[in-house]
């Protein structure tokens, strides 16, 4: 029972990870999955580092957090400047089969923004502008910068749509909205 205390550390992991957007969850069964490997991996170096460098297993379980939490942040960092490239040069999609709104808005385009127009099914216009924070709570919340928003039509977003190959549209069935994702050069304006 004692030995419990040493999953302790992945919690505090999940804790310190959780705002820097290291974690977007499908499920509660994705979110309890991490928890565990995060907490096994601790446990593990909790209990090496108590064996073999401190007597006190507090001390150890802290060193430990701190470290999975610092390695942890590391790859996702490294994870984040090369999957692109590496994507691009296989010219693969690595957003394939992640249709929320999320990873859609996630993709970074060097010297580029993403500006959002969203309908309803009835095509009526919801909301335009560029994305600046996206929700990663799974809430497909998205907050839109811009000066003087203007109403777009359906068949403005369309004629949009199919200038560049990068953009996309994402249909949200659950809320009844339509979003067209459109990618902009930074010197250009909506």
């Keep these: 029972m004692d030995k419990l205390i ?4 992945g919690f505090i992991s999940y804790i310190a990870l959780r705002p820097f957007g290291l974690f977007n969850f499908q499920s509660d069964t994705d979110r309890q999955l991490t928890l565990i490997i995060l907490s096994l991996i601790n446990s593990g170096l909790s209990t090496a580092l108590a064996s073999y460098f401190w007597k006190n297993s507090i001390i ?5 957090a701190l470290i999975i939490t610092v390695i942890y942040f590391g790859l996702f960092i490294a994870y984040n400047h090369i999957s692109q490239k590496i994507a691009d040069f296989f010219d693969v999609n690595i957003y394939d089969n992640m249709g929320t709104m999320e990873h859609s808005l ?19 216009y919801i909301a335009s502008g560029q994305v600046k924070n996206i929700d990663d709570q799974g809430n ?3 907050e839109l910068y811009g000066d003087n928003e203007r109403e777009f039509t359906i068949e403005e977003a369309r004629s949009m749509y199919e200038e560049n190959k990068n ?10 909205v339509k979003s067209y994702v459109i990618i902009f050069d930074l010197s250009t304006d909506s």
């Design 167 to 176: 953009n996309s549209i994402i249909v949200d069935y659950k809320n009844k």
């Design 6 to 9: 040493y999953l302790v550390p």
């Design 140 to 142: 497909q919340q998205v």
């Design 106 to 124: 996630a993709q970074n385009f060097e010297g580029k923004y993403q500006f959002l127009v969203s309908f309803d099914f009835q095509n009526k």
């Design 60 to 64: 150890a379980m802290c060193i430990s």
